[in-house]
């Protein structure tokens, strides 16, 4: 029900009345700031006359309330007293137990139809509460059961002016007519003659708001107690206070010992209920309390590390708050104010105790209910969540000093965060800036949720602090035009079906259901294990060769995680986050390092030694071919004869027999030699090579690379290359 009733006045005099009247009285000569005042007065009333001529039909409220607030009524009433004098016929006494249906017709600005708005009024059940009005939470024109696009309820509570404000001079400028409408007078200063002229004020219409004097019960039972009626038909509900700093919020929400306050009240009430709707008494009801305190969510039950939040299918929760199950209205009193302490609260310029968190109470109600049409029992759950937000607030208005200004800037960028998701669910963007900040965050599911939502803007009647009411009635103006999504009702409609066939046709049904549930949780398992070794795998073999000292270490942790893995309770295992091994042990890296290095010159080494070798086989193929013709042979055969080691070693063998002296005692050829022990890199590396062997024990390498030819080497040969190719790959 958006009604557009924001009116804006603004009145400027007419300079040739002014002047008449100003000179007519001797002691208004005396006295201009009074002649002034006089003039607005007069003013004022003629606008009214003409807002009235102009709509006609304006069915309550006769004059602009800032009329009066400039003293036109200079009668002394009490709050109360200007309240029943402004009564709503809707407000007045109902008989018992009936339901009445008040027709208020409200002109729509730049508009000549008006609009009938029904509004059932029930009568308070409780005896406690007195001359209540409630609304149908499932919007006004909502059909009994019929899930419809609701929309945020917004009330308003005016509290009593302090006594420092008093002091201090402040005037009223706030105005409650009708428990609905709200005038806001914006004063000018005495001394400020340019504006002296204005009379600036705004008009508001919210479902429901409160003077002054009203008491708590009362504003609980118009504002939440539908609210907890909802959350027990298995639905959410929200009620959340919002207002400048010191305009009462925490007041309404908790209250004090003697005047408890919504949270308190809707507990008690809650089990009071609960009791009487479940079936045999079976029910639970469990709470948790989290405040978001500087951007970070903490459990106020059991205090520690800061929560994060997450998503599911429920909404945003806080991960690991603790949820206590209550048993009784004394026991969620204790916890309440056991949270209390623990929630941070600091005395400000405007607030002794003003609250520098957001504190979000959860309460969920489950219970066991016959269904009448069925006759099958249901389980519902219902959950209600009451919120104390920070005050908005200016720098200047609470502290200068470093922690207290942090504080205020991430209370007024989580308000200003909560603005920019209103304005955006208002204007029906696809974007709602949920994610800048937690608070906004945690209250996604109430404000464009399927929810049913209440806000109670809290103003204060100080002029002084007009800034900050007229803001506040401007955002709590604007909630009223959010509409929710329809609420859904948490019901579980599992039914136990009558006869036995049917039961035993259930439990096959939910056996084979089980069974491929098990079987998607293992295939998930393994998929995990696969990727979870993949990974391992990698971060082994980007490892160096891990040394025997660690790799009992590896081993074991290696087993650890593997135990983890096949458990499958851990996505994370402490040795994912493990650091690589490298940055545990840099003097077992530098030693790998030093390690690789020496191998390498090794290798090198090797290679040359091996380049030697060859050639020396070169230099030894070419001597036997000088002395024995070989080459003539082959050549003069008329055939291309392929040289292999073999056929080699056989002529080297018949040249050995025949012509050299190597099978004597006296000679050994250091090619036989080498044929006949397989020589090791050891031996090549400590001068062993039988190239360098001296004969009868001297060192002949010096006379071995003298003789090294510097004509092309015999492996340049096709011959020999095959050869040479053939040993390579020996
Ligand atoms: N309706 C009321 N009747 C009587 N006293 C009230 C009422 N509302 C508020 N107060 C008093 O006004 C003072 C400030 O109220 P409260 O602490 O609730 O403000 P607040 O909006 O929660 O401020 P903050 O945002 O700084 O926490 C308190 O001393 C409280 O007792």
């Known amino acids: 029900m958006p009604l557009s009733t924001q009116s804006h006045i603004s009145v400027h005099q007419s300079e040739a009345n002014v002047r008449v009247n100003s000179y007519s009285s001797p002691i208004l000569r005396k006295n201009p700031n009074h002649e002034l005042k006089e003039k607005m007065r007069t003013l004022t009333a003629f606008y009214e006359q003409h807002k009235l001529n102009q709509h006609g039909t304006r069915a309550i409220g006769t004059h602009h309330p800032s009329v009066d607030l400039l003293g036109r009524n200079q009668s002394k009433k009490t709050s109360s007293q200007e309240g029943e004098e402004n009564q709503d016929p809707a407000l007045l006494p109902l008989p018992q137990n009936r339901e009445r249906t008040v027709h208020v017709f409200i002109p729509r600005q730049g508009k000549d139809n008006t609009r009938a708005y029904s509004c059932p009024i029930k009568r308070p059940a409780g005896p406690t509460v007195k001359n209540v009005r409630k609304l149908s939470m499932g919007g006004l024109e909502a059909a009994p059961g019929k899930a419809e ?14 006594k420092k404000e008093k002091d201090a001079g402040s005037r009223s400028c706030v105005r409650i007519v009708n428990r609905k409408e709200v005038y806001l007078t914006e004063f000018a200063s005495e001394n400020d003659y340019l504006r002296l002229k204005r009379v600036r004020g705004r008009h508001f219409c919210f479902d429901a708001a409160f003077p002054d004097s009203t008491d708590q019960e009362e504003v609980y039972a118009t504002t939440t107690s539908e609210l907890v009626e909802r959350v027990l038909q298995g639905q959410n509900g929200t009620v959340f206070c919002y207002g400048a700093t010191g305009a009462g919020k925490t007041y309404t929400m908790l209250g004090t010992t003697d005047n408890p306050g919504v949270m308190v009240l809707a507990i008690k009430d809650l089990f ?15 709470l948790s309390y989290l405040e978001v305190y500087n951007e970070t969510v903490r459990d106020l039950l059991s205090p520690g590390r800061p929560l994060v939040l997450r998503e599911d299918k429920q909404g945003t929760v806080a991960a690991g708050l603790t949820q206590y199950r209550a048993f009784s209205t004394d026991e969620v009193m204790r916890l309440l104010q056991q949270g209390n302490q623990n929630r941070t609260t600091e005395p400000t310029r405007v607030n002794e105790t003003s609250s520098r968190s957001h504190a979000i109470l959860q309460v969920v109600a489950e219970y066991k209910v016959e269904d009448p049409a069925t006759k099958s029992i249901i389980t519902r759950v219902g959950k209600l969540s009451l919120i104390d937000l920070a005050g908005s607030e200016r720098a200047l208005a609470t502290d200068q000093r470093t922690l207290r200004s942090i504080e205020g800037a991430n209370i007024n960028r989580s308000l200003l965060a909560l603005s920019s998701c209103i304005n955006a669910l208002v204007e029906g963007k696809k974007h709602i800036p949920y994610r800048n900040s937690k608070l906004t965050q945690l209250l996604k599911d109430s404000l464009g949720g399927s929810c049913n939502t209440v806000m109670i803007a809290n103003v204060s009647p100080s002029s002084i602090s007009f800034g900050e009411t007229q803001n506040t009635l401007h955002w709590a103006d604007r909630a009223k035009e959010i509409k929710t999504k329809p609420s859904n009702i948490n019901e579980d409609p599992f039914k136990v079906p009558e006869t036995e066939t049917d039961q035993s046709k259930l439990v096959l049904q939910l056996q084979k259901e089980n069974s491929e549930l098990r079987q998607q949780l293992m295939q998930c398992q393994q998929k995990l294990l696969a990727t979870q070794a993949q990974s391992l795998a990698c971060n082994s073999t980007s490892t160096p060769a891990p040394s025997p000292i660690l790799s009992s270490q590896c081993a074991s942790a290696q087993k650890t995680k593997r135990n983890i893995l096949l458990s499958g309770t851990c996505f994370t295992t402490p040795d994912t986050k493990r650091k690589p091994l490298g940055d545990e042990n840099p003097q077992l890296v530098k030693e790998l390092k030093k390690k690789v290095k020496d191998l390498e010159a090794e290798l090198e080494k090797q290679r040359k030694e091996h380049l030697m070798q060859l050639k020396q086989k070169d230099e030894f193929i070419r001597g036997l071919i000088a002395k024995k013709g070989i080459n003539e042979k082959c050549m003069g055969g008329g055939e291309r004869r392929v040289l292999t080691r073999a056929s080699l070693r056989k002529t080297v063998e018949e040249v050995g027999e025949l012509k050299s002296p190597v099978r004597s005692h006296r000679f050994v050829s250091p090619i036989q030699q080498q044929a006949n022990k397989k020589r090791s890199f050891w031996d090549i590396a400590n001068g062993n090579s039988p190239s360098i062997l001296a004969i009868n024990g001297r060192k002949t390498r010096s006379h071995v690379t003298a003789e090294v030819p510097s ?16 040993s390579k790959c020996c």
């Open 711 to 726: 004509a092309p080497s015999m492996l340049l040969q096709d011959s020999v290359v095959s050869d040479v190719e053939t």
């Open 149 to 162: 696009e609701g929309r945020i309820f917004v009330f308003v509570r005016l509290r009593p002016m302090s």
């Open 272 to 286: 009071a209920k609960i009791r009487q709707c479940s079936l045999d008494g079976a029910h639970s009801v469990s």
